[in-house]
């Protein structure tokens, strides 16, 4: 049986004998929110390899603006989450607890915490015991809780706005690192204009009431400047003046996502 | 990657051995049992330090129908795709192509109703993982993805 199950189950290296896709199975790629935006983990993970950046200088926990707008907290707790990974990369204990513990306070705000409220104990035991692997997984698993919760309570526009924070709060921290430490292998992982073209089409389908507020408004400007910086010059490695650019205008979107609205203030 | 082959093997062996028992024909709506297959397999690469992505993708093949699913991946990192269907599907393959729909090399790995394809990318960007029913008939599956 072993001899049998040996031969029948050995990877088959190489390429197999396989045909250029057509235009019309071209037309039909699915896209979802949950596989198709890579985690900030996974970013880092390469940055990693790409680079040795110290972790523990670029943690630096985004404190919760004291808003109403339920989009703004939707943004602002997926910029926690890719805080999370970060605190995580930085093997920081006490500041993945901490963001453990923002991400489920903002998440109580949006009425989302009772499913969750497990999570973030999860989290706070994973830090305790310096179980960093897991802590990445935990995470994921507890921002795609917080989007199942939204979803089912109908608001879906929320998931969306979790998954730009995330997203975009991750491209702060990495772009503002290599350019600081330039070096094309690690510019090459900013050009993602396949992810920045698939979040503006998810703004773009959510309400006017959602898509009109000031962080949204801001949030889709800012994207609309990134895939411009990263959609040029196509097959070669963004430049360090690119690289700083993005770096601006990735801070300035945070700042907004982070900051109490003038009308609230 | 390739000395995955045995931690596959290990991984895939209490599957296997599972489905040499008797097992209720699922419905086409159960996609539970797809996504647990798939799971299972993608926790023999956990043990070569790959994470499983908590999302996953799930739906139903038809013979002739594969299906496209666009991921983005960095230079620099490795990725499994692991993907399962249900009876009455028999047979499945996982590809994965460039975002032009040219086909990159890959690891591959098939067993009944289980597959995976391994992939590290030289360049970051958009690539497609295409899931095929090869034999059988109409069933519900899911693919989930690991990286390191």
């Given at each position: 049986m072993m001899l049998s199950l040996v031969a029948s189950v050995g990877l088959m290296g190489g390429l197999q004998a396989q045909s250029v896709l057509t235009k019309q199975q071209l037309a039909g790629i699915a896209r979802l929110d949950s596989l198709t935006i890579p985690t900030p983990g996974e970013f880092f993970v390469a940055m990693d390899k790409a680079g040795q950046p110290n972790w523990t200088q670029l943690f630096s926990s985004q404190s919760a603006a004291l808003t109403s707008s339920r989009e703004q907290m939707a943004l602002m707790l997926g910029v926690l989450v890719a805080d999370g990974y970060?605190?995580?990369?930085?093997?920081?204990?006490?500041?993945?607890?901490?963001?453990?513990?923002?991400?489920?306070?903002?998440a109580k705000k949006l009425n989302v915490s009772q499913s969750i409220l497990g999570r973030g104990n999860s989290i706070s035991d994973f830090a305790e015991?310096?179980?960093?692997?897991?802590l990445r997984e935990e995470l994921e698993a507890t921002q795609n809780e917080v989007k199942l919760a939204m979803a089912e309570q109908k608001d879906d526009s929320l998931v969306?706005?979790?998954?730009?924070?995330?997203?975009?709060?991750?491209m702060q921290v990495a772009s503002g690192y290599i350019a600081s430490n330039y070096s094309p292998e690690?510019?090459?992982?900013?050009?993602?204009?396949?992810?920045?073209?698939?979040?503006?089409?998810?703004?773009?389908?959510?309400?006017?009431?959602?898509?009109?507020?000031?962080?949204?408004?801001?949030v889709t400007g800012g994207l609309e400047a990134v895939l411009k910086i990263v959609s040029a010059d196509p097959g070669q490695p963004l430049s360090?003046?690119?690289?700083?650019?993005?770096?601006?205008?990735?801070?300035?979107?945070?700042k907004m996502i982070a900051e109490v609205p003038k009308e609230e203030s | 990657m390739k000395n995955l082959a045995?931690?596959?093997?290990?991984?895939?062996?209490?599957?296997?051995?599972?489905?040499?028992?008797?097992?209720?024909?699922?419905?086409v709506s159960d996609s539970p049992l797809a996504r647990s297959h798939a799971l299972e397999l993608a926790g023999a690469f956990a043990n070569d330090g790959y994470k499983v992505r908590d999302g996953f993708w799930s739906g139903t093949?038809?013979?002739?129908?594969?299906?496209?699913?666009?991921?983005?991946?960095?230079?620099?990192?490795?990725?499994?795709?692991?993907?399962?269907?249900?009876?009455?599907?028999?047979?499945?393959?996982v590809k994965v192509f460039d975002a032009k729909g040219k086909?990159?090399?890959?690891?591959?790995?098939?067993?009944?109703?289980?597959?995976?394809?391994g992939f590290a990318p030289v360049m970051s960007g958009p690539y497609l993982v295409q899931i095929e029913l090869m034999d059988g008939e109409k069933a519900p599956f899911c693919l989930v993805y690991s990286y390191k």
């Open positions: 970060i605190a995580v990369e930085a093997q920081d204990s006490q500041g993945v607890k901490n963001t453990g513990k923002d991400i489920i306070n903002l015991n310096n179980d960093w692997a897991v969306t706005l979790v998954t730009v924070g995330a997203w975009v709060r991750g690690l510019a090459e992982l900013l050009r993602q204009p396949s992810i920045v073209q698939f979040l503006l089409g998810q703004l773009a389908k959510l309400p006017e009431k959602n898509r009109a507020t000031s962080q949204v408004v801001a360090s003046e690119a690289v700083s650019t993005l770096s601006a205008a990735m801070a300035g979107v945070v | 045995l931690i596959v093997l290990m991984g895939v062996c209490a599957s296997a051995f599972a489905q040499e028992a008797p097992t209720p024909a699922p419905t093949l038809e013979l002739g129908k594969p299906l496209l699913l666009e991921v983005n991946l960095f230079a620099g990192n490795e990725y499994w795709f692991s993907g399962a269907a249900t009876n009455p599907a028999r047979k499945i393959a086909p990159v090399e890959t690891e591959l790995y098939a067993e009944i109703a289980t597959a995976a394809a």
